[in-house]
């Protein structure tokens, strides 16, 4: 996996949060923390786009023979 700096994880994750993608918690402590973890609505696309990516290799040849026989292999 590349590296990343710490500046560019932030500027990442800054921009995930002002989507709405992500919700940021700050502990403060000793140690001052922060914690992001996806939104509920950033969660269900994830599911959502999940069963599409791991249903790819059960239903994607088929659709790939039925475009093939609708207007010819391209």
Do not use: F, N
Not at 27 to 42: C, F, I, N, W
């Amino acid at each position: 996996m590349p590296r990343i700096s710490p500046k560019s994880l932030k500027q990442s994750l800054r921009g995930l949060e002002r989507s709405s993608l992500v919700s940021r918690t700050v502990y403060d402590g000793s140690q001052r923390r922060v914690e992001y973890a996806l939104t509920t609505s950033a969660a269900a696309c994830w599911r959502r786009s999940r069963r599409l990516v791991l249903g790819w290799p059960r239903t994607g040849r088929k659709l790939l023979d039925a475009q093939e026989a609708a207007v010819g292999p391209s």
